[in-house]
């Protein structure tokens, strides 16, 4: 355990490379090659982390100023991603939770159940954390280990169902991404689309900033879509003329950033997906094999980053308008694109659709954070994160996986359980009767628009 807990301390940023690095080696790239992958990789979440610590420092700051000028009102604040995912590993859950991820990675693929080979070993975080919510709920070592099991299942069969998706919108060929918080909401959007596709004048509504580029020349490019996003978070956040000047070019620099940044973790990556798909094939002939990897990924896609600019103050509002919230968005307002990464690429880049399924998919978010608040506060508490006061966080602690789970087995809040996990088993079963009916459907939803 004690090595675990090396390695864990490490963080994302050195422990895929290493993975990577040993990944290169096992399928014999040589060692110059599997080192030079593995730094790659490295260097490009270091930018992806540099890229998002200028939305943390920046936006984080913006969102709080608007929602002090506005007297929102809430006093839970979400702490993110960044205060979550210590707490998961603080938890007893965490000191085996990796190789339970793990070995459920490698039955799925023996008995050929998944097609993802996971490799985003940090993120094991999320189904961690699952696992630590149901231990604090039953006291039970053995369910906390089994939402640690089902968690992981369920997201590498969803990683294997909108593999299509990260292939043909965003370009990313035998990848896939099997995240806690970066693919569970894309059965809804699945929905959402289908349901939009069906109404006559608002199925051919079709705005995205490829086209907005094309049809406003300069004005439209996402450089000046970031800055123009800027200006508009910094006058509803109250700042003076300069202020809201620098808030837009850094703005615009993540715009541009964000796609860069990415390239280098694509670079590092495909050599080494390249070579595993081609052992995987001769082993398994007929059989497309999918390696998982981080939704950071997804960033790189313009779109992707325009729409989660857009979602910064529209989160704000759905929290502020949501009876009974008591949650602020903060710590997640940064990578709120995790969220909606998937819906973009499903709806082509449509970033009308995206507004509706992505309004959805943070409505239900925040709803659930609010009613995790107890356990996760418990949970900060026991990992020493927090001495008084409560805590929320919409990654994880808004995910109606986890929320389920739970409250199967305390039933403390059975209307919402009966809502939310009944809209979501709805939005599973017709994500899963459309992928058995054609796979060809998600190639035929997401076209060959990619970046």
Not at 375 to 380: F, G, N, S, V
């Given at each position: 355990?004690?090595v675990?807990?090396?390695i864990l ?6 422990m895929l490379?290493?993975v ?10 040589g060692?110059g090659k599997s080192?030079?992958?593995?730094i790659?990789v490295?260097?490009?979440f ?14 984080g700051p913006a ?8 007297n ?5 604040v979400?702490?993110?991603w960044?205060?979550?995912?210590p707490?998961a ?13 793990i070995l459920?990675n ?8 998944t097609r993802?080979?996971?490799?985003d070993?940090?993120?094991i975080w999320h189904?961690t954390f699952?696992?630590a919510?149901l231990?604090l709920v039953?006291?039970?070592f053995?369910i906390?280990?089994?939402g640690?099991v ?7 069969k969803?990683?294997d169902?909108?593999?299509p998706?990260t ?6 060929e035998?990848?896939?991404?099997p995240h806690?918080?970066g693919?569970?909401?894309a059965?809804f959007?699945?929905v959402?689309?289908?349901i939009m596709?069906?109404?006559?004048f608002?199925?051919k509504?079709d705005?995205?900033?490829n ?5 406003f020349?300069v004005?439209?490019e996402?450089?000046?879509i970031g800055a123009?996003l ?10 003076p003329?300069?202020?809201?000047l620098?808030l837009a070019?850094?703005m615009g620099?993540?715009?541009v950033l964000m796609p860069?940044v ?12 390249d070579a595993?798909?081609?052992i995987?094939?001769k082993?398994?002939?007929?059989q497309?094999?999918?390696i998982g ?6 960033l ?5 980053v325009a729409?989660?600019l857009?979602?910064?103050?529209l989160?704000?509002?759905i929290?502020?308008l ?9 710590g997640?307002?940064?990578t ?6 998937m819906?973009?690429g499903?709806?082509?880049g449509?970033l009308?659709?995206t ?8 409505i ?19 990992a020493g994160?927090?001495e008084?006061?409560q ?11 986890t929320f389920?789970?739970s409250?199967?087995f305390s ?10 996990g ?14 058995k009916r054609?796979k060809?459907?998600?190639e035929n939803a997401i076209?060959d628009e990619?970046?």
């Amino acid at each position: 355990m004690a090595v675990i807990d090396y390695i864990l301390d490490l963080g994302p940023t050195v422990m895929l490379p290493l993975v990577i690095l040993i990944l290169g080696l096992i399928l014999r790239q040589g060692l110059g090659k599997s080192l030079r992958a593995g730094i790659m990789v490295g260097v490009g979440f270091v930018g992806v982390n540099l890229v998002i610590g200028l939305l943390t420092d920046n936006l984080g700051p913006a969102a709080e100023d608007m929602a002090e000028r506005f007297n929102l009102g809430l006093s839970v604040v979400d702490v993110g991603w960044p205060g979550s995912s210590p707490m998961a590993w603080a938890s007893t859950i965490g000191t085996i939770a990796i190789p339970i991820a793990i070995l459920v990675n490698i039955l799925m693929l023996v008995f050929k159940m998944t097609r993802v080979v996971n490799v985003d070993i940090w993120n094991i975080w999320h189904m961690t954390f699952t696992g630590a919510i149901l231990y604090l709920v039953t006291n039970s070592f053995w369910i906390g280990i089994l939402g640690v099991v089902i968690h992981a299942a369920f997201v590498y069969k969803l990683g294997d169902w909108f593999a299509p998706v990260t292939k043909n919108h965003f370009g990313l060929e035998g990848i896939a991404i099997p995240h806690g918080s970066g693919t569970w909401s894309a059965p809804f959007a699945v929905v959402i689309d289908a349901i939009m596709d069906k109404i006559p004048f608002i199925k051919k509504i079709d705005i995205n900033s490829n086209k907005i580029e094309e049809k406003f020349g300069v004005i439209g490019e996402p450089v000046v879509i970031g800055a123009v996003l800027g200006v508009v978070i910094g006058f509803l956040a109250g700042y003076p003329v300069s202020e809201i000047l620098q808030l837009a070019i850094q703005m615009g620099a993540v715009m541009v950033l964000m796609p860069t940044v990415v390239k280098f973790i694509m670079e590092g990556l495909m050599p080494i997906a390249d070579a595993a798909r081609g052992i995987l094939d001769k082993r398994f002939k007929g059989q497309e094999y999918y390696i998982g990897l981080d939704p950071a990924l997804l960033l790189g896609n313009s779109q992707v980053v325009a729409a989660s600019l857009i979602f910064v103050p529209l989160t704000l509002i759905i929290a502020v308008l949501m009876p009974g919230n008591e949650v602020l968005p903060f710590g997640d307002l940064a990578t709120i694109g995790f969220f909606i990464s998937m819906a973009v690429g499903i709806h082509k880049g449509n970033l009308f659709r995206t507004l509706f399924s992505g309004t959805f998919i943070m409505i239900i978010t925040i709803w659930i954070a609010n009613m995790t608040i107890g356990l996760h506060t418990k949970l900060a508490q026991q990992a020493g994160s927090v001495e008084g006061g409560q805590v929320a966080s919409l990654d994880q602690g808004g995910s109606p996986i986890t929320f389920v789970l739970s409250e199967l087995f305390s039933l403390e809040h059975i209307v919402p359980l009966i809502i939310i996990g009944g809209l979501y088993v709805l939005s599973i079963i017709f994500t899963y009767i459309q992928f058995k009916r054609n796979k060809i459907y998600f190639e035929n939803a997401i076209g060959d628009e990619s970046e």
